[in-house]
């Protein structure tokens, strides 16, 4: 069996025709895991886009549950997509979206970087308009540059 990683992430990747060609090339080669860069692929969110971001957080102080870590669900928005991974902004002091109150307190001014695995799609929130990668920032491109 072949995994190809570009596809993992697209949302074409059932039923694409430039995945089976790529198959039926390797078939019988041995080969196991394939990247290749792809035409056709498409990311699974927009810039801007609103998601909900999984994160770990600490919510006893050094008092873990016995269940395991704790987690915390927080809104967002997707900028890009680095390697593998989402880079997303969730706004410093943001709480979190299961009734908590639980605020979210970044470690780089609310820019994560982290699996897809952890984010999903947001229905309830709005997109947003990005300038250079920067969320709700000003500048003189109007909006020429993403």
Not at 24 to 45: D, M, N, R
Not at 72 to 94: E, M, N, R, S, W
Not at 101 to 107: A, E, G, L, R, T
Request: glycine residues 10%; contains cysteine; proline residues 9%.
């Amino acid at each position: 069996m072949t995994i190809y990683r570009k596809c993992r992430l697209c949302l074409k990747r059932d039923g694409c025709s430039i995945k089976a060609d790529i198959g039926k090339a390797v078939s019988g080669l041995g080969i196991t895991s394939i990247l290749h860069k792809c035409a056709s692929y498409e990311p699974p969110f927009k810039p801007g886009d609103p998601v909900l971001v999984t994160t770990i957080c600490d919510w006893n102080g050094d008092d873990w549950e016995p269940e395991g870590i704790p987690t915390a669900v927080f809104p967002g928005h997707y900028l890009d997509q680095y390697g593998a991974k989402a880079h997303v902004y969730i706004k410093p002091g943001t709480e979190d979206v299961g009734g908590n109150q639980f605020p979210f307190v970044p470690k780089s001014n609310g820019y994560c970087t982290l699996s897809f695995s952890r984010v999903a799609p947001n229905p309830n929130g709005e997109t947003i308009k990005l300038c250079h990668g920067i969320p709700d920032f000003e500048c003189d491109c109007f909006g020429l540059t993403q």
